[in-house]
């Protein structure tokens, strides 16, 4: 067989892999990952048994991983371009009405991440803890634009980027719950305003209104 092949083949591969992981996430969404089973997998992606578990030898675990890394993508890709320069009030702003746009547009309210560590947690710990990683490395770009906007001069030199990132984090969290539970953006939104006034209340005196 030619490189040539071989890269084709490759790529069809990839892109196959790629069909099957969009459309099982698009199932656990709705059903969650309890209530979608392989052979659902099977039927909604027309997957014989051998191709699913060719892609993904590790079966439903290592599928669910890969649905896992496919919605960080997309939630990352959602607070772009403000993700990555947390660093003036203005991208904070533009990062809040970012997740606003995004969540309210979506059909399945809550956060499909923190949803999939709630189900994982008690059948799957081990796939619960990859996943809460990719938590971990959403909410290091909210602790590393802190820590850029303490070292301008933007935040108080005693602030904790740390705490006050877990904090806006734990609101984003929390407002996707409820947001979920009420089948609305409301409680995203008021959780989101309420956490960008916990950050401006640690810039410094006479600077908490400013938008630099």
């Known amino acids: 067989m030619t490189?040539?092949?071989t890269?084709?083949?490759t790529a069809k591969g990839a892109a196959t892999r790629a069909r099957i992981v969009a459309a099982a996430a698009d199932l656990v969404l709705a059903r969650g990952v309890g209530g979608t089973s392989l052979d659902d997998?099977?039927?909604g992606t027309l997957t014989s048994k051998s191709q699913l578990f060719h892609y993904f030898p590790g079966g439903k675990s290592e599928l669910v991983l890969a649905i896992a890394e496919l919605q960080m993508q997309r939630v990352l890709q959602a607070q772009q371009p403000y993700l990555e320069?947390?660093?003036t009030w203005a991208a904070w702003d533009g990062w809040r009405d970012a997740l606003v746009a995004h969540y309210g547009s979506q059909p399945h309210w809550g956060c499909p991440i923190g949803t999939l560590v709630s189900e994982l947690v008690g059948t799957d710990?081990?796939?619960a803890a990859e996943v809460v990683g990719h938590l971990n490395r959403w909410r290091a770009y909210l602790r590393d634009g802190l820590t850029r906007m303490r070292d301008t001069g933007l935040l108080r030199p005693d602030?904790?980027?740390d705490r006050l990132a877990l904090a806006a984090f734990a609101s984003v969290q929390g407002g996707l719950l409820l947001s979920q539970a009420l089948q609305s953006v409301e409680p995203l939104s008021a959780a989101l305003d309420?956490?960008?006034a916990a950050l401006h209340a640690a810039a410094p005196d006479g600077q908490a209104g400013t938008a630099a």
């Open 3 to 5: 490189a040539t092949a």
């Open 7 to 9: 890269a084709r083949i």
């Open 41 to 43: 997998v099977r039927a």
């Open 85 to 87: 320069t947390l660093d």
């Open 125 to 127: 710990p081990a796939a």
């Open 159 to 161: 602030a904790d980027p």
């Open 194 to 196: 309420a956490a960008l």
